[in-house]
C-alpha cells in the first residue's frame, strides 16, 4: 500500500534557511536515527513492543471474527464504553470507513454489521441520550479499558449494567464483553469470577498504541469493517518503517522532519486531513503525539518540558476559520496534509441559473474542488513561509487506513527517541487523576481530598 509524503515544503531550499530544514541538518541526525533504529530493533526482538508484531498475528483476528460472528447474531447495537487509546481509533476508523449514515441504514445494507456507538465522556447528557435511543435486549456492550480501573468507563459500566439487567433480568452478563489486561486489573478479575465474556489486550501494548488489538479489531469487526484488510494495510507497510536507513523510512523521516521543525520554534503540529471521512484519524494522533512525546523528564531524567502540540484542522471547513492565523499568525506550526487521491465518489457541479460570475464552476466537480483548494493552501502557506507537508492515501480504504495509522505509530515511538522522552508512559495523566479519586471518596486519597481543599479555596471566582 503505496502512501505518498511530499514533504518539499518543509524544507530550506523552499522556505529559507531561518524556518526550513536543510540537507546537512537532516543528514547530522543520521548517528542519531541509526543508535534509535538499533534500540528499537533491540526492543522489539526482547519482546518489549509487542505493537510491531499485531498485523501479522493470526490468532487473535480469527478469535475477534468469530466472537463477532457470534454477537452479530444475537444483537442489533453494539455500544463501546472507553476513552482515549480505548476509543479514539474505533471513531476515527468507523468514521473512516462506514458511511455517516451507517447507524440508519437497514441491517443488510450495513453489509450485516451493528449499529456501533461510542461513550467516551460521562457527560449525563451524552449517556442518557444515547440509551434513549436503544433497546436494552438488542444491545451489547464492549468494556474497553486496558486498566480495568479508568473511573469514566467503570462508571459507563455500573450504569449500562443497570440499565440492562432491569430490562433483561438474569441473562444481563451475555450484553456485555470485557476487553482489558490479560491478567490485571478489576475487569479482568470481574471476567473470571462472573463469567463474563473476554477479550485480552496483549501486554506491553499501551492504551494509544492499541487500535490493531480487540480494542478497535472487535467493534470495528462488529459494524461490519473488513479487518483482515485493514490489517493487511497495516502489514504492507511494516518493511518501509523498518528500514534502517531514516531517509527511506516515512515514519523516521517524518519524525526527524517535525523534530528539527520543533528546534527551530515550529512548536505546534497541525494535522488537517481534507477529507470528512479522514477528520477523526486528527483525533486519535492528537492522543497518540500529545501523551508520547510531551514529557517532563528526559530518559535521563533531566527536567525538559518538552512536546509538540498537536491541533486538528479540517480541509476545507477550517480554512473558513484557522487557516487565517496559521497564515499570518506567530511562526510556530507545521501542518501535514492528509489527503485522498480518490475520493471514492464525485459530484458535478451544475450551472447555477441567473447567478453572475458563478459560471466558472460549471463543468467541475467537488473533488476537483476540495484538491484545488488543497494544493492552493499549501502553496499559499508556503509562500508566507509556513511549513507543511501531505500525506497521500490513493483512497480511503481499510487497507491504506491500516498502512497510515501503522507508519504513525512508529513514526511517533521514533520520535519518542529523537525527543529523548520514554513515548509509551504518560505520567502526568496519571498525576491529574488523584484530585478526582479524592473528590469521589475513593480510600486512601484523603489528604489528597484536604490538598485538593487548600488549593480550591485559592481561587478566585467571578460570577458574571
Ligand atoms: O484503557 P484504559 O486503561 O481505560 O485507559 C484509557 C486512557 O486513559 C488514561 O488516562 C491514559 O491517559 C490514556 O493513555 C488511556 O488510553
Known sequence: MSIGFDYTNMMASVLGPERGISEAELEGLRPRAEAIHRDLLVRREEGFLPFYELPFD?????????????????????????IGGSALGTLALFRALCPLHHNFLPRKERGGGLRLFVLDNVDPVGVSETLDLLAPAETVFLVISKSGSTVETMSQFSIALDWVSRSVGTSFRDHFVLVTDPVSGALRKLAADEGYRSCSIPEGVGGRFSLFTPVGLLPLALAGVDIRALLAGAASMAERVTLENFRENPAYLNAALQYLAYGKGLRISVMMPYSDRLRDLADWFRQLWAESLGKKVDLQGNLVHVGPTPVKALGTTDQHSQVQLYMEGPFDKVVTFLSPDDYGCDLAIPSLAGASGLAYLEGHTLAELIRCEQQATAVTLTQNGRANCTLSLPAVTPESVGALIYMLEIQTLFAGGLFGVNPLDQPGVEEGKDFTYALMGRPGYEEKKEEFSRAFQRQSRYLL
Open 58 to 82: 493470526k490468532g487473535p483476528v480469527d478469535a475477534v471474527l468469530t466472537l463477532a460472528g457470534e454477537l452479530c447474531r444475537q444483537f442489533e447495537n453494539v455500544v463501546v464504553l472507553g
